[in-house]
């Protein structure tokens, strides 16, 4: 209709106004396919970001003890360099035809006006024409811009379409891999009609079917009855967790048949826990029956437990169980497989985490064992049990005893006739019936990080109210750098200045036809004015969108960084309380807004500020009258500003804040996928999911309602100004205040668009109101407290320090978090360098706390450390954690190769790594490896067995060459083999370091020069273990008892 209009108007002139238009649309085509690919690669490499962080936020106590924060923030920072290298191509080219197609109206106009005044000596460019023509002109631009808009957001759509549609087609588990009887279909008949409640028929199996040279496990044939207990021993990586994944229907099958009779559940070995009550943890969602909750407290040995704990069973247990010890947490995994009354139980060595009393417990009195052997009362007495055990005391007991190798079952039977067996006997089977084994587990910290009074560890997310302090747009004006915003607005400003001088120079040039005076001369003059003044405004226009790009690149950069840096630099008190979800929400959600939208969003703020009052201007300068309206106009938009702007900015923060829950939930569900599906759940877990989603949505449809209702009382303001000038104008004309017709039509012109712009301008009120929010929760954690400084100039410590490795405490207390429990009370040692010191205790007695104390992961409310006669808390926390070593009780390992994993400084040589892989027995292995040590790693290291990720954590160890070592639980994951080289490794390395072992095994501390036994939070004995062992009555002589008597 508008190009119709036109050529009315202007007659066939208007048609090289019309191809310019035309040419400007393959222009937007080829500048949105470059944009296109560059969205791809950025959108790519925010995923890798965003699981980078993900990954090392999830081992963020790992990288504190390795002192690992700057090689980790280094990783994050080249990638989020890759990432706005990307973004700057993309910005750039989106706004240089933002610039083709904010310019097309000025050279549609040049174009038709010469082409009108110069084609005919009769053409005359009056108002009628030179106005209707622009007006028609702009109203052709705003078409021309969402089509810009409309191209960028398809190229958006289509990336984001093509990632759903690679990830809906990628490869997902097949449900017909296990027979399952409850089905009741023909492909079940075979398990149905078996006596058997596992059956494996020359089964084989890979983690990726795809490559047939990847068997995992291979022509395995196995059956378990009703009702028995099996036990799979073996090797470290011989396929025992592969097993029981395989009867979950985790891994591809390449042939044969598998089949389960009846519900499954399933431990994991590394226990997944959900961020609620340790009640909701157990019930999982099954109604509360009280009867038999008491059972499964009592089989899993809970109760203890939950006396110490705050809120009982209704203390809230953190993220990933932050507050729970290694042996709390199996242990409530255990409990919630217990409570759901299945039929099959699949055990991923559960009992590898609790004190030897506990363990003992739990298989002897309660949960595994046959009625008949050893008690009448067990829960799981009627049971098909499947344990994946290192504890080789527990498989004397076992119905049968499985042994895998390579991925292959090499020998099965009962453990009298596999004892005969000289060489299962030699190699799996032995230490077996060796008394002594093991100790305790991680200390708790159940009491220290949960708050005493409410049970509650996880606070509600805070939301502020009201409007956003200046300081926040301080910050972000900052972060662009202050000479690139004010050039900014520089250029923007010019940009209006020219475009309303051009319009008054369209004036008196359209008013010359009055004086009936017409050259070529003047042609030429006019059109070489209007042909300037238009290159001008555009030439402003691009340098500001091009000024905006660098401005807003420096503010991603800015905001970004120190983000990241401080969020590395957090006290791992801050990790304990606070979600993974909402961390996350700032890196990924958040940073993404200030990447995409606030720069756009102060561009057009800007522009449409600045278009208000250019419009304004134009109109009281041509009729002076209109200023009597505009006080009554203005009050009355700013009354719906008023009501609006604080809504959707709420609203706003309220979508930001239940959306961390979405990314919180999916994380917990992710990490428990293999649970979820193992206990029938996805269908609570999809519905919870839905639930947090549905909270997110209602915000959203309020914003979006909200908008609309602003929408319609904006137009009718700008009726009113297109009233008023109008009216105004003819008015002014009769009354003979203005006489100009070209004047009138400016003010009529730029009124006519004065609804538009104002509609435009309060969105971009309100979305930046809104997204300027994201800078608000980005400083809240940019400025959240930090640890000690990781470097002390002034207090470095000396040249090969430590070179003995004494470390001495003194009269040292200290607690996880202000107003909590202390954890450790008056504790004074001294150990002198090279000595072995073992720590034992029962759970929560503040043995892990000892080692967080020595790596000052928590500080000390009184007393100190001296290591070598150095005051530990003086020194910076890198200059003592690059010293020490330790391997901890859960392996963490980070997506990338196995040399980063193992030396992310690059400080080693090759010979130095593989020195060190063999000392841990992983030089056959990774040999193994086309790529060597450049083997890669998934996310977690899930691609090898928790027990070689352990290997791998000792590799780090002796990499360090340090004089102080610590082993927490180090050999939880490993067999008795295994443990064995481990030790060995051990005391030939660290012969002349110190070592402080809490104890896996106690056979093997025996040997240690002393015994450090903690109860409470203090020493009550320490000494060699002879002279321990000599006293009968001692706590340590009681340990071993216990470990005794449960083999």
Known sequence: MGLTYLFITLGYSAAPGVVIMIVFLPTNILGSISVKKWQVGQMKLKDERIKMIHEILNGIKVVKLYAWEIPMEQLIDRIRQKQLALLKKSFLVKNLIASFNGASPFLVALFSFATYVLSSPSHQLTPQIAFVSLTLFNQLRSPMVMFAVLIDHSVQAIVSNNRLKNYFVADELDPGVVERDHKNDASCLMIAAAKDAIEFENFSAAWDSSDSNSTTLQDINLSAARGTLIAIVGKVGCGKSSLLSALLGEMGKLHGRIGVRGKVAYVPQLPWIQNMTVRDNILFGKPFDKRRYNQVLNACALKPDLKILPNGDMTEI????????????????????????????????????????????????????????????????????????HRLCYVKIADEIVVLKDGQVTEKGRYSDLLKQREVKNQNLSGATKGVRRSSTKSSTSSSVTNKHDGKLIGQESVETGKVKMSVYHLYVKAASYWRSSLFLLFLAGFQVFQVLRSFWLSAWSDEHRHHHRNRTSIGVHLGVFCGLGLAESTSFVLSLVTLVFAALSASRNLHAPLLRNLLHSPMSFFDTTPLGRVLNRCAKDIDVVDMLVPMTFRYLAACALQVISTLVVIVISTPIFVVVILPLASLYCSFLRYYVPTSRQLKRLENKYRS????????????????????????????????????????????????????????????????????????KELGWVSSPGIIAVSITYALNVTEVL????????????????????????????????????????????????????????????????????????????????IVGRTGAGKSSFALALFRMIEPV?????????????????????????????????????????????????SDIWNALDLANLKPWVASFPSGLDHPIT??????????????????????????????????????????????????????????TIAHRLNTIMDYDRIMVIENGQIIEFDSPSKLLANPDTAFAKLVRDAESES
């Not at 055990?347 to 985490?353: C, H, M, Q, T, Y």
């Not at 309060?762 to 400083?779: C, G, H, L, M, P």
């Open 862 to 910: 009184s007393g100190s450390i001296y290591i070598d006669d150095v005051d530990i808390t003086a020194l910076g926390l890198h200059d003592l954690r690059r010293n020490l070593a330790i391997i901890p009780q859960d392996p963490i390992l980070f997506s990338g190769t196995l040399r980063f994993n193992l030396d992310p400084f690059g400080r080693n040589t090759d």
């Open 661 to 732: 829950p979405i990314y919180s939930h999916f994380s917990e569900t992710i990490q428990g996928a293999a649970s979820v599906r193992a206990f029938d759940k996805v269908d609570e877990f999809r519905n919870a999911s839905g639930s947090v989603v549905d909270s997110f949505m209602k915000c959203r449809h309020s914003t979006i309602t909200s908008y609309r209702w602003l929408a319609l009382r904006l137009e009718a303001i700008g009726n009113l100004v297109i009233l008023f000038a109008a009216t105004f104008a003819v008015v002014s």
């Open 939 to 996: 996310e977690g290291g899930e691609n090898i067995s928790v027990g070689q990720r352990q290997l791998v954590c000792l590799a780090r160890a002796v990499l360090r060459k340090a004089k102080i070592l610590v082993l927490d639980e180090a050999t939880a994951a490993i067999d008795v083999t295994t443990d064995a080289v481990i030790q060995a490794t051990i005391r030939e390395h660290f012969a002349k370091s110190t070592v402080f």
């Open 318 to 389: 953190g993220e990933k169980g932050i507050n729970l010890s290694g042996g709390q947490k199996a242990r409530i995994s255990l409990a919630r497989a217990v409570y759901q009354d299945c039929d099959v139980y699949l055990l991923d060595d559960p009992l590898s985490a609790v004190d030897a009393h506990v363990g003992k417990h739990i298989f002897q009195h309660r949960c595994i064992l046959l009625c008949q052997v050893l008690g009448s009362n067990g829960i799981l007495r009627e049971k098909t049990r499947v344990l994946v055990t």
């Open 759 to 838: 509609n435009f301008a309060v969105r971009q009120i309100s979305d930046i109101e809104t997204n300027i929010v994201a800078v608000e929760r980005i400083a809240e954690y940019t400025t959240s407290p930090t640890e000690a400084p990781w470097e002390n100039p002034e207090e470095k410590p000396p040249a090969n320090w430590p070179l003995h490795g004494g470390v001495k405490f003194l009269n040292y207390s200290t607690r996880y978090r202000e107003g909590l429990d202390l954890v450790l009370k008056g504790f004074s040692a001294d150990v002198r360098g090279g000595e072995k010191i073992g």
